[in-house]
């Protein structure tokens, strides 16, 4: 399985910025994926998450409303939509993907297995 994220760069404060995560070699059609973001000197905060068999999402309240994860199955890519971003969204972002345990996600980093290599956001104030 690999993962590809792209998308990052600098975007001013109150801007958008849409990320994106590639997604190849799997053969399993249920799995969930999960954006996190890892800001210099703090740990690895989960942003957001969806299931791939139906779309469900989950978001933690530092991110809900402002952030939002898509799909698109037939171009095997998850996306990761930032509005009003704000200097503290700036972070190297990480896409990630592990088995689908139950009826939602979830963005506990333990339960992912495969990671991509990360972009960079990077928020002016």
């Known amino acids: 399985v690999q993962l590809q994220a792209s998308g990052g760069g600098l975007v001013q404060s109150g801007g958008s910025l849409r990320l994106s995560c590639t997604i190849s070699?799997?053969?399993?059609?249920?799995?969930?994926i999960a954006w996190f973001r890892q800001a210099p000197g703090k740990g690895r905060e989960g942003v957001g998450c969806?299931?791939?068999?139906?779309?469900?999402?989950w978001y933690p309240d530092s991110t809900r409303g402002r952030f939002a994860v898509t799909k698109d199955n037939a171009r095997n890519a998850v996306y990761l939509q930032m509005i009003s971003a704000q200097p503290e969204d700036t972070a190297v972002y990480y896409c990630?993907?592990?088995?689908?345990?139950?009826?939602?996600?979830?963005?506990?980093?333990?339960?992912?297995?495969?990671w991509g290599q990360g972009t960079q956001v990077t928020v002016s104030s």
């Open positions: 969806i299931l791939r068999s139906d779309g469900t999402t």
């Open positions: 070699g799997y053969t399993s059609e249920e799995y969930q």
């Open positions: 990630a993907t592990g088995a689908q345990r139950g009826w939602s996600c979830s963005t506990a980093s333990y339960e992912y297995d495969h």
